[in-house]
């Protein structure tokens, strides 16, 4: 075994020999802002513990894994931690002791080290898995403000626009006078149209669905669903962000798993005024095709196939992998449970602005927003909607959902879609920097 340098995952590519034959069938680490999360997939259960080592810098998180042994495979490198991953600085292995490997994680910061096993699912067999979530996570409102307070000096620093030179000035009044566009009076000010109308930023959360151990959907050409619906929410943000009037939420910005709940909670944390939660659909007929906006039901799904993908859906804290002994149901309950009448309709009036710019992009699986009990949708006071922004089974519609321009046409229908709803309907009032 070699010790690898800072930054360096030391591991096996495998086989790992493990008791009664299992195999260690894959290594994946997972960056991001708010956690690392290191993943062993292996074919058979395996009993492990956990310690942190605070005795002298830098703190170590000490796995130990029973019932396997090193093998001279161990001394392939299979993995690298990236030199800006913001907690692991390096990881070594070795045998601890007769059938014991353990593992060393050397931490950049203080963590509150989850980890933790999952049973087959889906894709995967048998998981252990690291998560190692800051002591000081960040807060995402306060990242909010600071991007307001930003744009707001930057606004104030910006020179002023350039006079008109008065030769020019002329020629436009001249102009105007022979199209009788002027006045011999200064006219007053139009009333500004509601999409004028400026109270206080608008915050919109923007879901990217899947992400880290939960792929989603998968094309027939190997299209990953998690990799569109970053794409396209990023590109949304941009939109977003270049509008002076709004702001704007993303509730992962990597490839990296964030659970259903935690995605909610992100979104009521920054007191968000819409939910966009985006996905690309899958069916189990590769001609099924078309753009869909869903909302939440109350009293169940509005057809078969919408049940069908909110159930899919929801099984996505299962891919991905949540740790039951740290989840927090009762936050679980509050957000699943609340969702109100007036929170649903207004979540179906923001999805049919939405659906009648997507089918300026793309044909319509169904011509109005469909209902169903979709987990990430039941924050009880944010009108929420999931938008499919195609079929990723369908190879033609796999294809588009590639190509870098049909991305861009969805993110700009969807920003359509929001502006037009708050056209309609403002957002309440609320303190300028709210």
Known sequence: MRAGAAGTLVVSLGPFEIARGATLLGVRVWPAADYTRVTL???????????????????????????????????????????DDPYIALVRVGQNRPRVVRLVVELKADVNPQVFSLEPIGPYQHR????????????????????TEARRAAAAAAPPPAPVPQDEAALEREIEKSLGAVETKPASRAKPRDDERVTRYVTVAIDPGHGGEDPGAVGRRGTYEKNVTLSIARRLARLIEADPNMRVLLTRDGDYFVPLAQRVAKARRVQADLFVSIHADAWIRPDARGSSVFALSERGATSTAAAWMARRENDADLIGGVNLG???????????????????????????????????????????????????????????ILVETAFISNPEEERRLKDDAYQQRMAQAIYNGIRSYFAKHPPRARSPLG
């Not at 310690?51 to 161990?74: M, N, Y």
């Not at 699943?336 to 699986?365: C, K, M, P």
């Open 41 to 83: 997939e292996h074919d058979a259960p395996l009993k492990f513990s956990h310690f942190l080592l605070r005795d002298a810098p830098p703190l170590r998180l000490v796995v130990d894994i029973e019932g396997i042994d090193l093998t001279p495979q161990l001394k392939e490198l299979v993995g690298k931690v990236e030199p």
């Open 326 to 384: 740290q989840h927090d149901h009762q936050l679980a309950r509050v957000l699943l449970d609340l969702s109100t009448t007036a929170q649903i309709n207004d979540s179906l009036r923001f999805g049919n602005a939405v659906l009648r710019e997507l089918e300026r992009v793309n044909s319509l699986h169904k011509p109005r927003v469909e209902q169903a009990g979709f987990a990430v949708l039941k924050a009880p006071d944010i009108p929420s």
């Open 128 to 147: 252990l898995v690291m998560d190692l979530v800051p002591v000081d996570p960040p807060d995402p409102l306060l990242a909010l403000l600071r991007e």
